[in-house]
């Protein structure tokens, strides 16, 4: 067939069909695999008031999760860096 004007981009194989496609923190189904991302979760404690210890604390979460848009705009994340 003729090439159309806009090559597939060289990560369209990189999509599978995935089918655990559901945000992994609120569990609600997502409109497709891409509006899912890998994150690791981050606990943030927010600095003690009573104490010296002023600086909140920031836990990054080892797992890997996959969040919906939603998710990540609510709640704290790092998103894992692509290898
Ligand atoms: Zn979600």
């Known amino acids: 067939m003729p090439a159309p004007a806009d090559s597939p981009e060289p990560n369209e194989a990189h999509k599978t069909n995935t089918p655990n496609a559901t945000c992994e923190s609120c569990g609600a ?22 104490t010296e210890h002023t600086e909140e604390k920031v836990e990054v979460v080892d797992e890997v999760e996959r969040w919906c848009f ?14």
């Open 29 to 50: 189904p997502a409109a497709g695999v891409d509006d899912l991302v890998p994150v690791h979760r981050v606990y943030v404690t927010p600095a003690a008031w009573d």
């Open 70 to 83: 939603p998710c990540r705009t609510l709640y704290p994340h790092q998103e894992v860096e692509a290898t």
